[in-house]
């Protein structure tokens, strides 16, 4: 039986009244920035493992073309697939640990709305319930490498063509980032969800998620010089910039697992304590 929407609303809002999730969100971004690139890197190599290094390089080239000019997004994209068809496994296999940082921020961030608290080996167990998120990496990746010259040609072409893609780019991103998200709800969180409740908030999670990434495609549509208030240093703006949209997608993510634990407890019945009765 569905739970109805208000109930778990006012049981979220209640739940973090008085919290600090600003801050949460930011210690978060502050691991994902040391671990997005070494995660990159690990997927996009793993991903030309299975299906060969030409379809990475043809689907990033692809993925670097659809993508908005204004801010030079797709040179980055470049760069980093070339890095990571290029680095020796020797130097993948010590890009792994800061790659598990993103698990431990995941687990101190998402430990507080749970109200888990955080204990000496809360780093260790995010760290480890992340390895089967690396895991699949390189699959959740694979996908939209291989379609993405269809998905590109849809973007070049314009008009009812690009509304075509941005439908395709959208479902399909959402079911990948939902797969990823029920991961991390079921085995990087702490164990306060059952399965169905949290692959279900998952889904709905990341379908937000996956508005954000796109809405950020048009964020970086915009003629705008992000180096301004960093008095013309480039890489410093692009660095902001990233960190900042990492920062809401973070909000988002926490309030996501907050209203699903919300959801799930809702449809718990009432617990009566037990008490005498005075003589």
């Known amino acids: 039986m569905p739970t109805p929407v208000r109930p778990v609303l006012r049981h979220t809002g209640a739940a973090l009244r008085g919290r600090d999730i600003a801050l949460w969100a930011a210690g978060l971004t502050f691991f994902a920035c040391l671990a997005i690139v070494p995660l990159l890197l690990l997927g996009l190599r793993g991903a030309a493992t299975l299906l060969g290094h030409a379809v990475v390089v043809d689907g990033a080239a692809a993925l670097a073309a659809a993508l908005p000019d204004e801010q030079r997004a797709g040179s980055a994209v470049a760069a980093i697939t070339d890095a990571a068809l290029r680095a020796p496994w020797p130097v993948l296999a010590v890009a792994l640990i800061p790659a598990t940082f993103y698990g431990e921020g995941l687990r101190r961030a998402l430990d507080q709305p749970a109200g888990q608290a955080v204990t000496g080996t809360t780093g260790w167990r995010g760290r480890l319930g ?22 590109g040609s849809l973007y070049s072409a314009g008009g009812w063509s690009l509304a075509l893609g941005v439908v395709v780019s959208f479902h399909l991103d959402w079911v990948l980032i939902s797969v990823a998200l029920s991961l991390v709800f079921t085995v990087t969180a702490p164990n306060a969800l059952p399965g169905r409740a949290a692959v279900a908030g998952a889904f709905a999670t990341g379908a937000f998620l996956t508005g954000f990434l796109h809405g950020f495609l048009l964020f970086l549509a915009i003629p705008v010089d992000w180096s301004v208030p960093f008095a013309g240093l480039a890489p410093v703006g692009v660095a902001a910039a990233v960190a900042l949209w990492l920062y809401l997608l973070h909000v988002v993510l926490i309030l996501g697992y907050r209203t699903t634990l919300s959801a799930h407890q ?13 003589a």
């Open 266 to 278: 809702a449809q718990q019945p009432p617990v009566r304590s037990a008490y005498r009765r005075s």
């Open 130 to 151: 992340f390895l089967p998120v690396l895991a699949a990496a390189p699959l959740l990746l694979a996908a939209p490498l291989a379609l993405a010259p269809a998905i």
